[in-house]
């Protein structure tokens, strides 16, 4: 039999200095190994035909108690025919392996997003991210992949279901989707929860029984005035944003993405291309005095004219959040949220275009087809359609110069209708 080493005490272990290993006793094969002034346990064992050098820790952080225990704990395990080393690299394999599918809902979603970039129009692409970061995200967002479930996507989706019945339905197939990538990468195993038949139709009414056919919640165009002086207390390129918005009638999306080279500042034009246009057709924006003042406010070192703070391009969200900052600050304050009229539910960005139409209706002798022009709205009728070849410009020139002067009017006169300047609108 070997001769088994002296059994040191921890006194002797701490005054070993001499580079090498220093069998300590105690345990068959411990030794302690110095080597230019660093100091580890190490474990000299025969595995099946191989020797080996296992490491138990660094002394002094792991005692010699410790180290001992280990060290036996290891020789009993190889006594039983289990290789220690083989052990530990199967127990990190199976950790890696874990911490690989360890992917956030979030994060495959932009995984699936940027896959698709080729198949998806910018504009849709977009849409599809705002409606995940205004529904989907502040449910499933952080959840990991592997985790969610019916119930998950229950509590996403029943919230808007029938009030926004076209929004959740295209929001079930998007989430549908993007879990059937993760299934494929390996992330999630099982049936997808957001599969509709056989799954969410046992849950959820059919989507085309229950629509309810709702309006943005818009303010009462009377009150723009007002809006206007308490939006412009607030910093940053949001808000700007959706005060340009507001004077242009235009679109979130179409401010969002309008880019320097669009725009004619001397002529006073914002010519939108047709596949940043919800009707994929060219669009010009008449530019009132006050819209071009917001553009004169802006630095041109960027490509966009309302960049994010971090570059590219600022989010649905980001005007969204303008709109609940300012009722949520005048809550605080004790004052009345600005709310659509109606309904009573605070206004959305969207909703100015309708405040626009109303003050177009009821202030103003411009015919419809020029408020309906503004908006970049079809011709409904099909013949019209097809005899119209203008866009009515002139006239919708003089339109938004009235509305922006309404909207700067601290006191507009009600029921007052404005002239169109003596000649046939």
């Keep these: 039999m070997p ?11 701490g005054r070993l ?16 190994r110095i080597i230019g002034g660093s100091r580890a346990w190490i474990l000299r064992i025969t595995i099946g035909d191989k020797r080996r050098d296992l490491g138990l820790g660094p002394f002094p952080e792991t005692g010699l108690a410790d180290a001992r225990r280990k060290a036996q704990e290891l020789r009993e395990k190889v006594q039983a025919g289990i290789d220690p080393v083989a052990e ?11 911490q690989a599918k360890q992917v956030t809902f979030r994060q495959v979603a932009e995984q699936y997003l940027d896959s698709k970039a080729g198949e998806k129009s910018d504009r849709m692409t977009q849409a599809w991210r705002s409606s995940f970061e205004m529904y989907v995200f502040p449910t499933l967002g952080d959840m990991l992949v592997q985790d969610i479930s019916l119930p998950h996507i229950v509590k996403a989706l ?54 309810v056919k709702t309006k943005q919640p818009a303010l009462p165009f009377r009150q723009i005035f007002d809006f206007l002086e308490d939006l412009r207390k607030v910093e940053g390129m949001g808000a700007l944003a959706l005060e340009f918005a507001i004077l242009c009638a235009s679109r979130s999306g179409e401010v969002r993405g309008a880019k320097w080279t669009e725009f004619d500042i001397p ?25 071009l003042a917001i553009l004169e406010k802006l630095p041109q070192d960027n490509a966009l004219v309302f960049p994010a703070m971090r570059g590219g391009t600022l989010s649905d969200m980001t ?3 303008v709109c609940r900052r300012l009722n949520e600050r005048r809550t605080a304050d004790g004052l009345a949220p600005w709310t659509d009229e109606k309904s009573g539910v605070w206004i959305v960005p969207h909703g100015f275009r309708s405040s626009f139409r109303d003050w177009c209706a009821e202030q103003t002798n411009y015919p419809k087809e020029v408020a309906e022009m503004a908006l970049a709205h079809s011709i409904g009728n099909a013949v019209e359609a097809s005899y119209r070849r203008g866009d009515l410009f002139e006239k919708r020139r003089r339109l938004m110069a009235d ?15 404005l002239s169109i300047r003596g000649k046939s609108a």
């Design 403 to 417: 509305w922006a002067k309404f909207c700067q009017s601290p006191e507009p006169e009600a029921g007052k209708v």
């Design 267 to 291: 002529g006073a034009v914002w010519t939108i291309p047709g596949e940043r246009m919800k009707m994929a057709k060219e669009h010009r924006v008449p530019l009132s005095d006050a819209a």
């Design 17 to 32: 200095s001499e580079e090498g290993f220093h069998s300590v006793g105690g345990c068959r094969g411990l030794h302690l």
């Design 88 to 98: 530990r690299k199967a127990k990190q394999s199976a950790l890696k392996a874990k």
């Design 3 to 13: 001769k088994l080493a002296k059994m040191l005490t921890p006194l002797e272990v």
């Design 158 to 211: 029943e919230p808007i279901w029938i009030t926004i019945s076209d929004t959740a339905t295209k929001l079930r197939g998007r989430i549908e989707a993007v879990l059937s990538m993760a299934t494929v990468r390996g992330f999630r195993t099982g049936p997808n929860p957001a599969q509709w038949k056989g799954n969410l139709d046992q849950i959820l009414p059919q989507p085309g029984k229950v629509s």
């Design 319 to 321: 005007i969204s959040a």
